[in-house]
């Protein structure tokens, strides 16, 4: 008996789906874990992680984070970015919250948007969206990024805005943490991110969809 089966991974930018449930609730592809001390980046031609760099600062990721498949932060991105000059031509970045300890990368977890960190680096726009892990009820209280512990989003803020300090202080911090937002206005975002990967790679959703190198 014969099998039909895909013999390739899927790309995890261009070969995942953003989720049924998008925008309020999306596919999240994790590159790095709380416990990392070295910062993982997929690999944008093979699709696999690659080693970027030791984490800069002594700080480590407060939550899981990766990217959103099918996303891309361009000009309407920007558009929602007071001083942006540009997107960071980017998947969109997504930080995610579970209460149980997961310490695996490279895995998709679904995930509950509830609100995002607005950053500029260099003049670039380049959000974090905030969201729950979607199957972990112990945040089922949580709708909003308010309902969060602040010590949470303070940890997270601290990070994004020195993840790539130079520690010999010879060039400036780059990083511009200039505020967080609601689940409505993350909810924004994201539809601008794949509104900005339609634009530049194509319909996800049509055969011809480019594979797709920023």
């Known amino acids: 008996m014969s099998k039909s089966f895909d013999r390739f991974r899927a790309h995890p930018w261009h070969g995942l789906p953003v989720g049924d449930e998008?925008?309020?609730?999306?596919?999240a592809y994790i590159e790095i874990t709380?416990?990392?001390a070295v910062k993982y980046e997929v690999d944008k031609q093979t699709g696999y992680l690659r080693v970027d760099r030791p984490q800069g600062s002594s700080a480590?990721?407060?939550t899981l984070?990766?990217?959103?498949?099918r996303t891309y932060c361009g000009d309407q991105v920007?558009?929602?970015t007071p001083g942006a000059e540009l997107g960071d031509q980017d998947p969109l970045d997504i930080c995610v919250l579970s209460q149980q300890r997961i310490d695996r990368a490279d895995i998709v977890v679904p995930a509950r948007v509830v609100g995002g960190i607005q950053l500029l680096d260099g003049g670039e726009a380049d959000d974090k969206i905030v969201a729950i892990l979607a199957s972990d009820t112990v945040f089922d209280y949580a709708s909003s990024i308010k309902h969060l512990p602040k010590v949470v989003i303070n940890r997270l803020i601290h990070y994004f805005a020195t993840y790539k300090m130079d520690i010999n202080g010879v060039e400036p911090n780059a990083i511009e943490v200039t505020g967080t937002y609601e689940a409505e206005h993350a909810l924004k975002v994201i539809e601008a991110s794949m509104a900005d990967y339609e634009k530049d790679f194509g319909d996800p959703n049509s055969d011809r969809r480019q594979s797709g190198m920023a």
């Open 78 to 80: 920007a558009a929602l």
């Open 65 to 69: 984070y990766g990217f959103i498949p």
């Open 60 to 62: 480590l990721p407060p």
């Open 34 to 36: 709380p416990f990392d």
């Open 22 to 27: 998008a925008p309020e609730t999306v596919q």
